[in-house]
């Protein structure tokens, strides 16, 4: 009912459509604070949309390699057992656990990197300073 | 294979590992013994974690940034907790943390929430952060004290403490999970208590259950996930009281 009304000093007002004068609606808008924030606040979602694209693809590339990797090693389980498949059932296995184990710091760091490409060098410091302390924590035997 | 995939499934869903699935699944059922399922649940976890995440990322409901911030106090927090181990007792910091589940889960079961809930990532922001780094730091300590994971402390703590959706809170920490878990397991690893012919087929079920739980999530009711989510905090609940009653318990959870 009230859908197309605007209410200004207690008075309603039909809302109605002003068009453009046809000049202003012939000409792009060439006033700064008009056109670049948007564009600029796009470019800026389009980039950290690509940032976040690129962690996923760390971590699925990580998940993907490694768990093709465990299933080769558990279809050599169904071959003849000899010398050979034994050590391809291994290297197989430890290659897959490690770069299980790397995908998750890979992803930290690519995180931290991106992020301070992008200028929040904050959290490049803290994705360093995780890295650290995991280090620190791994070497000294600490449970995390 | 198959209890491999239930727990990526659970895990992906409630941002919990799925180690709570999988660790008395390996012991009460195969009869592996805990110092080789606990690593081996680990090794899960991180699957779970790197599997489950690269969805959640790519569809923008993991938040990086909260992430990033939670795991430094995280780690502080477990490195404290492994420094202190030796000065406090484990059975009561475990009956302490066992009540405080319980009360969150009934709370969580028995209350209703009284916010909506945004959908997405761009509808919402993170408050009250000094809380959220605080809670991080016990949470890392405990995880270092009893060997309790941290998903089923801060996803409440995010969700209800920092005013994130519970969706993204659960998302954020299956994302946080893995380098924790990561840390955990190359320790183990290095003392030598990572057997991979145990892990290859647990890892396998894993991925896949962890895929198919990154695919339901998005989908399934959020009052549903908190349910569910309930459930498994009644389960560390307990585990956590009969640890710390009995002083006996194994360390289960991760």
Redesign the interface.
Known sequence: MMADARVTHNVVVPAVEQPLAPEMEAEPITQPGVEVAPVGRARRRDRAVAGDRWIARVLRAGAVVSGGMFVVSLGLEALPQSENVHVAIDLLRKGAASLLLVTPVARLAVAGTLLGLKGEWRYTVIAAGVLGLLGIAVSAGLPT | MIAGGLAGSLGAMLGIGGGIVLVPALVLLFDIPLEEAVPASL?CV??N???A???Y??N?LSD??LG??L??ST??G??A???V?AMVAPAMVAVVFGLFTLYVALQMLLVRAPRQEPATLDDYAPTNYPLGISGSFVA?GL??LL?VGGGPLKVPLMSYGMRVPFKVASATSN?MI??????????Y???GH?K??L???L??GV?GG?YVGSMLMPKVPTSVLKKLFALVLLVVASQMLWKGGAGLWPNMLK
């Open positions: 090794m991180v699957a974690s790197c599997a995440a690269a969805g990322v790519h923008r990086i940034r990033l911030t795991e430094l780690v502080l477990a490195i907790g492994g420094l181990a890392g995880s270092a060997g994302l893995g380098v924790t878990g990561a840390a955990s397991v190359a320790a690893a290095l003392r990572l991979l012919a892990v290859s087929p890892v396998v991925l962890a």
